[in-house]
């Protein structure tokens, strides 16, 4: 998600340049005494993904959406592959990318199988922000929302076929995460890729909640240390 929420407000991420946030961050840092998770999440990207050059160029945008991030990993010179099946906010991430050759847009979902899935879209997703809850997973705020079929691609198979080092892996799929990240682990992908922020969406139901769960405890007890799952 590259929204958070601030005093009921609306808060959107990579509104600045590195230079900018950092600078604010100090500042931040210096009178708040609670540093939110929205800002962590930012400082990190901030911090890490400098580190991952020699790891590679190619930045992967699970769920990109109006892309927020893919345009702050482009900033940095990497190579973006930004999956994004809402054909809505899938528009948007078209026109700001401006037809850059550095960034390859796919329209699809991903998942630990590859198949056909139903979408669901929320009834008020003309409102551009609420395309951030489009998901395969089916919640209460999907209710009276369009809902359409889209192509799910088999994450460790994706991987498998990039041509070239991955630096950095963004995975913000709306529920779907685990089953992605329960493949990837299984099929031991993420020691292909250099760093993976994910955010987990443990509140959608208690099957995802005791599944990221019993991921935490695997990813600790495998000593796995490029997976963030406390990404916001």
């Given at each position: 998600m590259n929204e958070g929420r601030t005093g009921g407000r609306s808060v959107r991420m990579f509104k600045e340049s590195r230079a900018e946030f950092l600078m604010r961050w100090y500042l931040y840092r210096r009178w708040k005494k609670r540093?939110?998770?929205?800002?962590?999440?930012?400082?990190?990207?901030h911090t890490i993904i400098p580190r991952l050059r020699d790891r590679g160029d190619i930045?992967?945008?699970?769920?990109?959406?109006?892309?927020?991030?893919?345009?702050?990993?482009?900033?940095?010179?990497m190579r973006v592959i930004a999956f994004e099946p809402d054909p809505i906010a899938r528009a948007v991430l078209e026109a700001r990318t401006n037809d850059d050759s550095g960034i390859t847009i796919i329209p699809k979902a991903v998942g630990g199988l590859a198949r056909i899935a139903t979408f669901h879209q929320r009834p008020d997703v003309d409102d551009l922000m609420k395309t951030q809850s489009s998901s395969l997973v089916l919640t209460h705020e999907h209710t009276g929302g369009n809902t359409f079929d889209v192509e799910v691609v088999n994450i460790v198979d994706f991987i498998n076929e990039v041509d070239g080092r991955i630096a950095a892996l963004k995975m913000d799929i709306e529920g779907a995460e685990a089953e992605c990240l329960e493949a990837m682990l299984d099929a031991g992908s993420h020691r292909r890729i250099?760093?993976?922020?994910?955010e987990t969406h443990e509140g959608f139901s208690d099957e995802i909640r005791e599944r990221i769960s019993a991921l935490r405890t695997r990813i600790l007890s495998e000593k796995i240390d490029n997976i963030d799952l406390d990404w916001v």
């Open positions: 540093i939110s998770p929205l800002r962590q999440s930012e400082y990190n990207f930045f992967i945008d699970l769920g990109a959406n109006i892309g927020d991030v893919t345009l702050a990993a482009r900033r940095y010179g250099g760093y993976m922020f994910i």
